[in-house]
């Protein structure tokens, strides 16, 4: 057995197909003589020609999975078509006399040196996008078949691969893939969501899985515990070909249940956000049944922009969002950069010996108005034309530790507000929030409350300061739990607060989408969860099997216990009895 990371869920049982030589990408090109025009000609043939397929690929997409899942191959036609890229490859073969391939090669070199820095999961993640991208193009500088060897998959199989890029997974026959593992990859990368949008279960990450499988072996992908069983016995193939079956049987389900609104046991209602990171993001979660956008992450813009993106650029992207999102409904969080996440064009690059508690997010944008204020400029005339559909746009801080960034805050929009005055340009006075990650915001959020207009807690980062833990460090990763007895009890404290004072109150992040956590969250009189969009159509199922007084019941017992395993121990058993089936509703 082999644990990685639950990507699609599902159970899938079958024979494994080890396709890492397919899908290797050439080698670099040697050095040599080059024709400066010709390459050049050559670069931009191949160029269109990738776009000529990404838009077949598109529409097979679309027939496959859905139009919004199909969108994030419009991501993949802009990276061809972005200036930076064209520029860098131009440069390559002007300048550094490489062929075109040369310079493909040199422009991955350069993208991958700057993607490495990013300690966000999502992030480096898109590098795969660029890489599926500058592939495609090379693919075609060589005069190669782009699509798989469709031979080779004629059975139903259990991929295993190293890395399975967006359009190699689209290119495949959903019915001949059982299910995928892979040795890199995360929950937020594109090939994930086109893996969870064709129902393939999925888990990656498992380092050594392309040295302990071959071709033939049978496997179990258990795509809800991040699980691969390799070999297994007859009664554990048995017990998962029973769960595959009721796995297809509830999936079939919760599609049935999309459409219908969020509900306790009781009848309260729950309102399911998403957390998204792009207009496909966003369209996904109308796809799966969210009531709008709990968290547009704006970093992304930023990192993968050459200079500064211009207000009207940001315009544009966020309006984008708004009109994708569900009910026109988005949480807007201004940019959240410094610590891992470094550019170039702000200066000051300096090294810190904790940069996550550094100079970063907040603090960063308070050192840079001007970088800053342009920003709140799009989001405020974005949030105009948001109104004028009938939708709802609020803006949110991160990192928020004092009131005094409060107070400093709300001067900068004012700020931005009176330049737009000046400037006769239409704009919307948004509701402003503050993003609760810091423990000393926690302790001090009765000071704040007054000076917002919501909270939205970010439980990640929040449980990772309040324990000292970092959750990427497998030394002490182990104390980043959720459950833990401070954290909850520092949740209850501030949820209680935001009620008390009538203020609305979200939460961003994990938690939000683990049912055991969703059952005390709820007990504590949280009403709003934000989670990945791939997550609610599992919480609004689970929602209705748990009363609100049956929460409230639950959390007077857990904010009693001592350990974390003593509350994860309570939760299973009482889940167990309330929820039907409650292993069901285990995806991570």
């Known amino acids: 057995m082999r644990k990685g990371v639950a990507v699609s869920p599902g159970i899938a049982v079958g024979t494994a197909y080890c396709a890492n030589k397919l899908f290797l990408p050439p080698a670099a090109p040697s050095a040599g003589e080059v024709d400066i025009q010709a390459e050049l000609s050559r670069y931009e043939a191949a160029r269109w020609r990738a776009e000529e397929d990404l838009l077949v690929i598109q529409k097979k997409a679309e027939q496959q999975l859905s139009r919004s899942d199909a ?19 131009q440069e ?72 399975l890029l967006p359009s190699q997974v689209v290119g495949i026959d959903a019915l001949k893939i059982r299910g995928i593992v892979t040795r890199c990859g995360s929950q937020t990368s594109h090939a994930a969501i086109v893996a ?43 017990a998962y070909l029973k769960l595959e079956r009721e796995f297809f049987d ?28 792009s207009v496909s993001d966003a369209r996904a979660a109308g796809a799966m049944g969210a009531t709008g956008v709990g968290l547009f992450r704006t970093e992304y813009l930023y990192l993968t922009h050459p200079t500064v993106p211009s207000e009207e650029e940001q315009v544009q992207l966020y309006v ?12 807007i969080r201004s940019i959240d950069l410094g610590g891992d996440k470094t550019l170039p064009f702000l200066g000051r690059m300096h090294r810190e010996a904790n940069p996550f508690m550094g100079w970063r997010s907040i603090r960063l944008c308070f050192e840079h108005p001007d970088f800053l204020l342009p920003q709140l400029r799009a989001v405020m005339r974005a949030a105009a034309i948001g109104q004028d559909l009938g939708g709802d746009v609020r803006l949110m801080f991160p990192m928020i530790t004092t009131l005094e960034e409060i107070i400093e805050v709300k ?28 423990p000393a915001a926690a302790i001090s959020i009765d000071l704040m409350l007054d000076e917002v207009d919501f909270v939205s807690i970010g439980s990640n980062d929040l449980v990772q300061y309040l324990m000292a833990a970092d959750r990427d460090n497998p030394k002490v990763a182990h104390l980043c739990q959720p459950l833990a007895p401070p954290v909850l009890h520092i949740l209850n404290k501030v949820i209680r607060a935001c009620l008390d004072a009538r203020k609305p109150v979200t939460l961003c992040g994990e938690m939000a989408g683990h049912t055991m956590s969703y059952a005390v969250l709820l007990g504590m009189g949280l009403r709003s969860f934000s989670m990945s969009p791939v997550l609610i159509p599992y919480i609004k199922e689970f929602a209705r099997y748990l009363s609100t007084e049956t929460a409230e019941s639950i959390v007077q017992h857990v904010l009693k216990l001592r350990t974390t395993s003593e509350i994860r121990r309570y939760l299973a058993e009482e889940l167990d009895k309330l929820v039907p089936d409650f292993e069901r509703f285990k995806i991570s």
């Open 71 to 89: 969108s994030i191959f419009d991501v993949h036609r802009s990276i061809l078509s972005d200036s930076s890229l064209v520029d860098r490859v």
């Open 92 to 163: 390559g073969i002007i300048q550094n006399k490489l062929t075109a391939q040369g310079a493909l090669h040199h422009a991955l070199e350069l993208y991958s040196e700057a993607f490495s820095k990013f300690h966000d999961s999502y992030l480096r993640e898109r590098l795969t996008d660029i890489r599926d991208v500058l592939q495609r193009v090379e693919q075609h500088l060589q005069n190669d078949s782009v699509e798989p060897d469709a031979p080779l998959l004629a059975n139903p199989v259990i991929l295993v691969v190293d890395e």
């Open 196 to 238: 969870r949008g064709l129902g393939i279960p999925a888990v990656s990450g498992i380092e050594d899985i392309l040295e302990i499988v071959k071709t033939g072996d049978h496997l179990v992908v258990d795509g809800r515990e991040g699980l691969v069983i390799i070999d297994p016995d007859a009664e554990a193939q048995a």
């Open 250 to 277: 509830f999936k079939d389900h919760l599609v049935e249940n999309r459409d219908l609104p969020a509900k306790t046991g009781d009848g309260a209602v729950v309102e399911l956000l998403a957390n998204v990171n």
């Open 320 to 331: 984008d969002v708004i009109k994708a999102a569900p009910a026109h409904r988005v949480t």
């Open 411 to 438: 001067r900068v929009v004012r700020d931005a507000q009176q330049q737009l005055d000046a400037e006769q340009k239409p704009y919307a006075r948004v509701p402003l929030g503050m993003m609760l990650e810091v």
